[in-house]
């Protein structure tokens, strides 16, 4: 029985291995990680932002001297 309940316990313990593998995967995929490129989709996002908000920053000020 002791044997049982080890390979019970290895067989739970290497699904848990599996499925975490397959989030780490997913949340990879999801943050567009990849090995061909340095950036993911978080910073390229916040990149983004930032520069709509200098764009919206300086037709702000365009407009504000056209008044």
């Not at 990680?33 to 920053?57: M, N, W």
Request: aromatic content about 2%.
């Amino acid at each position: 029985m002791s044997n049982e309940l080890k390979v019970t316990e290895l067989d739970q313990a290497m699904a848990e291995i599996k499925r975490q593998a397959a989030e780490i995967e997913r949340l990879k995929t999801r943050l567009e990680v990849s090995p061909d490129h340095p950036y993911d989709g978080i910073a390229s996002r916040d990149a983004t932002i930032k520069l709509q908000d200098e764009y919206i920053a300086k037709l702000r000020a365009r407009a504000e001297m056209e008044k």
